[in-house]
């Protein structure tokens, strides 16, 4: 990626070899952040190799681009802060998230998530913060034996009830597989959505 003045913005950030976490902000204040909008993410090699946690907040990505952050081998946790990304449709590419087990997404257009277990087959905790066009969450997340939580904050009604659902689907496999050990939890607010 190259800055205004044309210099390479990530090129020495893969060298920190032992940086886990990482966050890139978009703060052009005064301006909009449309003014300081990322056209895309550099590749993965110039990412730390160890890194397990990032932050994302105002940079305007394309979804497509969550590729490259679904290849970073050690990524736990995620958060995709307010317009971290625009774009009505996220479908995942098979292969990524490996590791990931906390996914935070606040403030977005996305409408559309076509996802399934396989594209986070580690996620423990889902988070959802004013998500206010999001039609519902991809119903393959029942099937994520590890996902224990899924907190939604001001989201859509259609998108609460798709929680619920996964909650009824998750309840009904642990009894079916006799693994009632890890109680999936369910929290939504405002309630009455």
């Not at 946690?53 to 105002?58: A, E, P, R, V, W």
């Not at 098979?94 to 257009?109: M, S």
Request: proline residues 6%; contains cysteine; charged residues 25%.
């Amino acid at each position: 990626m190259e800055n205004k003045n044309g210099n390479m913005l990530f090129d020495s950030l893969g060298k920190l070899s032992y940086l886990e976490n990482l966050k890139l902000q978009n703060d052009v204040f005064p301006c909009p952040p449309s003014e300081g909008k990322l056209a895309s993410l550099p590749q993965r090699y110039k990412f730390p190799s160890k890194l397990k946690k990032l932050t994302l907040s105002d940079t305007l990505l394309d979804w497509k681009e969550m590729s490259t952050l679904g290849m970073l081998e050690n990524l736990e946790v995620l958060k995709l802060k307010d317009n971290a990304f625009q774009g009505e449709r996220w479908r995942p590419e098979d292969g990524g998230f490996r590791a990931l087990k906390v996914l935070h997404i606040g403030r977005t257009e996305l409408v559309f998530w076509d996802a399934s277990a396989q594209h986070f087959p580690r996620l423990r905790n889902l988070f959802l913060r004013h998500c206010g066009s999001l039609q519902k969450l991809p119903p393959g997340f029942a099937e994520v034996s590890s996902l224990q939580l899924v907190d939604l904050y001001c989201t859509t009604k259609s998108a609460a009830a798709s929680a619920r659902e996964i909650r009824e689907k998750k309840l009904w496999i642990q009894g079916e597989q006799g693994t009632r050990g890890n109680e999936f939890k369910l929290s939504i607010y405002p309630p009455d959505q």
